[in-house]
C-alpha cells in the first residue's frame, strides 16, 4: 500500500487533482484494512487540496481544534465497526478505586487530563458504565521528549489503573494478568509518542515503556507516504491492543454472576499495587507513606 502510495504521489497532478484521482484506490482494495489505509489517505489529500490553510496555521489553533482537524478524522476511520468508542473529555470512569484515588490526589483536579478515551460501553438494569481501556493525551506544541518526560509517570498511573480495573472487573488470575499490556499515546503538536504499561514478569510492580519511535503526522503531501507505512501501523496497535482488553472485559460482563451452583471461589488480583502518588506539588515538603503491598514482592 505504501508503494502504491508513493507511485501515486509522483503523478503530475496538482493537489485537487490528485485527491480526486486518489478516490480510484479505495475500491481496488482487497481488504477492508487497505480500505481504511486508502481512505485516510485521501482525507489528507483533500485536506491540502481545499484546507490548506488548516494545515498552515495549526500552530496557531487552540488543542481542541487541532484535535477536530487533525486526529478525529482520522481515528474516525480507524476505529469504525469497533466495539470501542472514542470521547472527548477528562475520564469519568467510576469503576477503578485506583483511579478514583489518583484523581483525588493528583494535585486536587477531579480527573486526569485525559483528552481522548478509548472506552467500552455497557449497560445494565441499573446504570450506563464507561470502561476506559486507552487515553491518549494533547499539547497543542512544544517539546514532545521534555513534555513526555515530565508526565511519564502520569502516563504509567493511568495505564495502571486500566490494567487495576481489568485485573478487578474480570477476577484475572496472574497467568492470565501478566499477559496484560495497556497502551496510551501522547501527542505533543504532530508528533506523538505510544507506551505500553504492563505488570512487572515477577509481580514486582507495573512497568511501562516506549514502543517504537517517535510518530510524525503528515503536514504535506510529501509526507503522507512515511506516514502510511511507518505511523499508522502503530495507531492500529494502539486500537487493537485496547480491543482485545475490551474482549476480556466484555466476556466477564456477559457472565452470568449468580451464586447459583457455582462452587469456586472468586479469583482476586493480589498481586496489583495500590498506587503511590508521592509528595503533592502543593506541598512537597510532606511525604505521604507508602501503601501497605507497596514494596511487596
Not at 483525588?104 to 483536579?109: A, N, P, Q, S, V
Request: charged share 25%; glycine share 4%.
Amino acid at each position: 500500500m505504501a508503494a502504491n502510495v508513493t507511485t501515486h504521489m509522483k503523478l503530475n497532478l496538482n493537489p485537487e487533482e490528485l485527491f480526486l484521482d486518489s478516490l480510484k484506490l479505495i475500491p481496488l482494495a482487497s481488504t477492508p484494512y487497505e480500505r481504511q489505509i486508502y481512505r485516510i489517505y485521501s482525507l489528507k489529500l483533500e485536506q491540502h487540496a481545499y484546507r490548506q490553510d488548516e494545515v498552515n496555521n495549526w500552530r496557531n489553533m487552540t488543542e481542541t481544534d487541532v484535535i477536530a482537524h487533525f486526529y478525529t478524522p482520522i481515528l474516525g476511520i480507524i476505529f469504525e465497526n469497533s466495539p470501542l468508542h472514542y470521547r472527548l473529555g477528562e475520564s469519568e470512569n467510576n469503576e477503578s478505586k485506583e483511579a478514583a484515588k489518583v484523581r483525588e490526589l493528583c494535585d486536587g483536579r477531579s480527573a486526569f487530563k485525559a483528552d481522548m478515551c478509548l472506552v467500552l460501553q455497557y449497560f445494565d438494569s441499573k446504570k450506563h458504565t464507561l470502561y476506559d481501556l486507552a487515553k491518549i493525551e494533547f499539547a497543542k506544541n512544544g517539546d514532545i521528549r521534555r513534555k513526555t518526560i515530565s508526565d511519564g509517570a502520569k502516563v504509567m498511573l493511568e495505564g495502571k489503573c486500566i490494567i487495576d480495573q481489568l485485573v478487578k472487573v474480570c477476577k484475572l488470575d496472574w497467568k492470565r494478568a501478566q499477559k496484560l499490556r495497556v497502551m496510551n499515546m501522547q501527542v505533543c503538536g504532530m508528533k506523538a509518542m505510544l507506551f505500553g504499561v504492563q505488570l512487572e514478569s515477577k509481580g514486582r510492580g507495573y512497568v511501562s515503556q516506549q514502543i517504537g519511535q517517535t510518530l510524525r503526522f503528515p503536514t504535506s503531501p510529501k509526507h503522507l507516504p512515511v506516514f502510511i507505512k511507518d505511523v499508522l501501523p502503530y495507531l492500529y496497535l494502539l486500537k487493537e491492543t485496547a480491543e482485545l482488553n475490551a474482549e476480556i472485559l466484555q466476556h466477564e460482563l456477559n457472565r452470568d454472576i449468580s451464586k447459583y451452583g457455582d462452587r469456586s471461589p472468586e479469583i482476586m488480583g493480589s498481586y496489583i499495587k495500590e498506587t503511590w502518588l508521592g509528595p503533592k506539588q502543593s506541598n512537597q515538603t510532606k511525604v505521604p507513606p507508602f501503601p501497605e503491598n507497596f514494596l511487596a514482592a
